[in-house]
């Protein structure tokens, strides 16, 4: 049996920085975190050893931050109450708001940054073989060679030559879907 628990106050500033990206919100990143080492820690039995430690605590993570966010979803809703009390905090007694409205930047870039994520996600998803599982290891899970040469039992040389050829077709998928200004994956 793989003794976890020596390894995961390493793993917790990753985890949490992960978290934080999703979130945006450190207390609800501190909570999924939490519960996410809470369940390695019950259920050790669990981690096989068949993949990085890493790769299977973001695992469970994933799933934490989506009980996050419903469970945070539902207590956004407000009472008729909280309504009157929040209008009272934002407008005056003339119906002008209190403070002057922060720039929200600007809505059209960052529609087309999720849309650049999205045409992203599917140049990934089509490419072939074990390429796209290595390049979201390197670069989205961060992992170093050896963690990856081992899980997929490749050498370094043969993980540098996919990830380059990797990374060859993803520019060639961006640039057909993406910078050609048709915005659609293929």
């Known amino acids: 049996m793989y ?38 820690i019950e259920k050790p039995q669990s981690f096989a050893g068949q993949s990085q430690l890493k790769t299977w605590l973001i695992g469970i993570l994933k799933h934490k931050l989506i009980d996050q966010i419903r469970r945070n979803c539902r207590e956004m809703s407000t009472t008729r109450e909280d309504e009157q009390d929040f209008e009272e905090e934002l407008f005056d007694e003339t119906g002008h708001w209190r403070e002057g409205l922060q720039d929200w930047g600007d809505p059209e870039a960052a529609l087309r940054q999720l849309d650049f994520m999205r045409v992203l996600e599917a140049c990934v998803e089509h490419l072939p073989g074990q390429q796209g599982r290595l390049f979201m290891m390197r670069e ?15 050498s370094p040389t043969n993980l540098w030559v996919m990830l380059h050829r990797a990374r060859l077709r993803l520019r060639e998928c961006l640039q057909l879907n993406w910078f050609s200004g048709t915005q659609t994956a293929s």
């Open 3 to 40: 003794d976890i628990s020596a390894s995961l106050d390493a793993l917790r500033p990753q985890l949490l920085k992960y978290a934080q990206l999703q979130l945006r919100n450190s207390a609800w990143a501190e909570d999924a975190v939490s519960e996410t080492l809470l369940a390695a």
């Open 140 to 154: 989205w899970l961060e992992l170093d060679t050896e963690e990856i040469c081992k899980e997929l039992q490749i």
